[in-house]
């Protein structure tokens, strides 16, 4: 391990644009109305301030050696044009403050870059380096106090150190960063330059997922919509029955549950009955006369299912199960495949 404190630097000339950018803001802020509105005046000296935020960026790329990569000449370009061409005050303050902005991070990616490479390349110029043959990491750290600390297990030359903490502290600016490099076979290659954008952007990335992946599991569980190929199934009581066979051939809670079960064995991913979402912990239950999913009563004859999942493979699950017991007490049933998606709702839970 080695770390070195260094003062924190930044240009005479990056200072006077720093004070001239807030003199800037200030008068953004008047032109904008927060001071009072003067008309025409003051737009035009607002769309010079602007212009003024184009001409710190541009030093501000051209201190951090990048102002030739393409992505930074674009963006300048771009937030130039668009400042020249506006023609309202709304305009002109939602460019500074999105385009601008946007604008000086793609400044920082393309600097950050840069910097991971300049520092790769003299990790890779390293004699210890080049004769290296197991896989080894290094990571060097600086962030915006002045740090810089080496994870190289002793293998980083002191001249390689010395050359890697001359090059940070000539950088105009320092923020917390961390370029990773992996060695093997005399070759230094990049791992994960990270920096506190590149860090966020992984959290975004990381929380997106997180998101798609609650609402898969939402949509699975059955607290969310579900909409897939499927089929709808249902079941009439025996409309021959009377007298005393009437209990043997009508459809009964027991059925309803063995009927989802059999689905669900058949892979269907989603049910609904007669609109009503199944869960793991969902109850299909008699009250008195009633059939009740959930403690919400539902329509019989028909018992009605809507289910997700393939269609082929639902029937073909299913048909056993009508064949030995439903088909001997006269219950007749429809399966029907229809042409377009079957949507199951979400999971209600029943009001008091």
């Not at 080695?2 to 200072?15: F, G, L, N, P, Q």
């Not at 997922?209 to 609402?215: A, D, G, R």
């Not at 699975?220 to 025996?238: L, P």
Request: glycine share 6%; hydrophobic share 35%; proline share 3%.
């Amino acid at each position: 391990m080695y770390s070195r404190k260094i003062e924190y630097k930044i240009t005479i000339i990056t200072v006077s644009v720093l004070v001239v950018l807030v003199l800037n803001m200030a008068m953004f802020l008047t032109s904008f109305g927060f001071f009072g509105s003067r008309g025409d005046k003051d737009f035009h000296a607002a769309k010079e301030q602007a212009l003024t935020l184009v001409r710190y960026n541009e030093r501000l790329a051209e201190d951090w050696g990048v102002q030739d990569s393409a992505d930074v000449t674009n963006a300048l370009s771009n937030l130039m044009y668009d400042i020249e061409q506006t023609n309202n005050i709304d305009d002109l303050s939602r460019i500074v403050m999105n385009q601008g902005s946007e604008t000086q991070r793609v400044i920082r990616r393309r600097a950050e870059a840069r910097q991971s490479e300049i520092i790769l390349s003299k990790i890779s110029n390293d004699s210890n380096v080049i004769a290296t043959v197991d896989k080894k990491e290094i990571s060097v750290s600086y962030n915006s106090d002045g740090d810089i600390e080496f994870d190289d297990r002793g293998l980083l030359t002191k001249k390689t150190k010395k050359e890697i903490t001359e090059y940070i502290e000539e950088l105009p600016t320092l923020w917390d960063r961390t370029v990773e490099a992996e060695v093997e076979n005399g070759l230094a290659t990049l791992i994960t330059p990270r920096s506190s954008d590149e860090l966020e952007q992984q959290l975004r990335t990381e929380m997106d997922q997180l998101k798609s992946e609650v609402e898969s599991l939402r949509i699975s569980s059955g607290h969310a919509e579900m909409t897939g190929e499927g089929i709808i199934v249902r079941f009439y009581d025996n409309p021959e029955a009377v007298g005393e066979n009437v209990n043997d051939a009508i459809i009964h809670d027991y059925h309803i549950l063995e009927i989802a079960n059999e689905l669900f064995n058949a892979g269907a991913l989603g049910i609904a009955i007669d609109g009503k979402r199944l869960t793991t912990n969902s109850s299909i239950r008699c009250a008195g006369t009633l059939i009740h999913v959930d403690h919400h009563p539902i329509s019989v004859d028909p018992v009605e299912f809507h289910v997700v999942g393939d269609p082929d493979h639902l029937k073909s699950g299913l048909m056993l199960y009508i064949k030995t017991r439903l088909i001997p007490r006269g219950i007749e049933y429809e399966i029907e495949v229809p042409e377009e998606d079957v949507t199951l709702p979400a999971y209600t839970r029943r009001s008091n």
